[in-house]
């Protein structure tokens, strides 16, 4: 019997580790007896980094995840203190359930927290999403994902660059597998179930089941566009001038609400008799299908999350990320993304051109197919038979 132990803790987490947890429910669901496979039973554990109910309750089901095996209602906390939180409570964890492997996803604090506990005990670590390079360590995620590469056994990559940028800094080419992108399977695993979501016509942009007039989607978090009020003022004020031509809908993260309020911006958004207008139409955190739905019918994405970056390129949704720079450039060089800042000029031109200019067909990048939490599972077992023989 294998023993895996999977570690989730923000948004993004959930909708990496679902597919995995399917493949892994398929493997069991087979008739024919795994040929040199032993069985797997796995442990999701829930650090709690994300606690609101709707960036974390109803993503577990809407995603068909189960309840988690252990939650440890972390909470929210500065950096230092969240990461030594999650390390104190998940050992315990560790130490009673005693994995053969823990597998962690993308970048948050749970994914380097779950890591370094593990390895400290003798525990292999698997890491998917591995060797995605932004290369400004002022970033939180990019400290996060260097070190867990550095101490992770399997190194799981989504596109080229990945494999690239482990190359340069020295992991062995044993460790590192190109298969592809989990957060893609996830998306075309629930792209017609999203469709059948009613957020469109809640918002009235759907008529006689198609979408009636174009419309835009912000979403904000990284702390360097939301905790600095110049900065979110001018991002703002960029969307809020090309909302003058189409509504754009702002599902908004607690702390950016938080942030919008206190700085005295509250005056950038539409009022309430307004939604089927134009403007900036605050909304409350979606669920992960409404979400999708909304962003598929989208004729502009304005952005500065990783995964929505890859979500659009697959769409085939014009994409704007309101960063310096992107650790995914195959959404640059394959899909649909453009990577503009924060400075509101360029926001603006950059929406403009694409409103004038016509959708080009989407293109996936190598491996985008919805096949990556299966060749995980098969990398993984293969491994740990191999480990166990040897």
């Known amino acids: 019997m294998i023993r895996l132990l999977s570690v989730v803790g923000a948004r993004p987490n959930f909708m990496k580790i679902a597919p995995v947890i399917e493949a892994l429910r398929n493997e069991a669901l087979k008739n024919e007896p795994l040929k040199n496979f032993p069985d797997i039973e796995h442990c999701l554990v829930h650090s709690g980094q994300h606690y609101d109910e709707l960036l974390s309750g109803n993503f577990f089901s809407d995603l068909g995840l189960p309840k988690p095996d252990v939650n440890l209602e972390v909470g929210s906390g500065s950096h230092a203190a969240q990461t030594a939180e999650i390390m104190k409570r998940i050992e315990p964890v560790l130490l009673d359930y005693r994995p053969d492997m823990i597998l962690v996803v993308g970048d948050v604090n749970s994914t380097i927290a779950a890591a370094l506990t593990a390895v400290k005990l003798g525990i292999e670590v698997a890491h998917i999403e591995a060797g995605l390079r932004s290369f400004d360590m002022t970033m939180p995620e990019e400290v996060n994902r260097k070190l867990t590469d550095a101490i992770s056994r399997l190194l799981f990559v989504s596109e080229q660059s990945g494999v690239e940028n482990l190359g340069r800094e020295g992991i062995p080419k044993e460790r590192v597998f190109l298969v592809g992108n989990v957060m893609i399977d996830c998306l075309l695993r629930h792209r017609e179930l999203a469709r059948r ?8 942009m759907r008529g006689n089941g198609t979408v009636c007039r174009p419309y835009g989607v ?9 905790d600095h009020p110049k ?30 309020e206190s700085f005295g911006l509250l005056r950038y958004f539409a009022s309430e008799d307004s939604v089927k207008g134009t403007g900036i139409v605050p909304l409350e955190p979606l669920g992960y299908l409404d979400f999708l739905c909304l962003n598929d019918g989208a004729r502009i994405v304005l952005t500065d999350s990783g995964g929505v970056q890859e979500e659009t390129t697959v769409l085939g949704v014009p994409c704007l990320t309101l960063r310096k720079n992107t650790e995914r450039p195959a959404t640059v060089e394959q899909g649909t993304n453009q990577v503009v800042g924060t400075n509101p000029d360029r926001i603006l031109a950059a929406a403009q ?10 293109r996936r990048p190598p491996l985008w197919d919805g096949k990556a939490a299966s060749r995980i599972v098969t990398i993984v077992r293969e491994h740990l038979n191999r480990h166990r023989q040897g």
């Open 231 to 260: 900065t979110l003022q001018d991002i703002l004020a960029a969307v809020n001038s090309l909302a003058a031509e189409l509504p754009v809908f702002f599902p908004i993260h607690p702390r950016t609400r938080k942030n919008i």
């Open 218 to 226: 912000l979403t904000l978090h990284r702390p360097s566009n939301v």
């Open 353 to 362: 051109l694409i409103l004038r200019s016509s959708t080009r067909p989407p």
């Open 197 to 204: 979501s009613t957020i469109l016509d809640k918002l009235g």
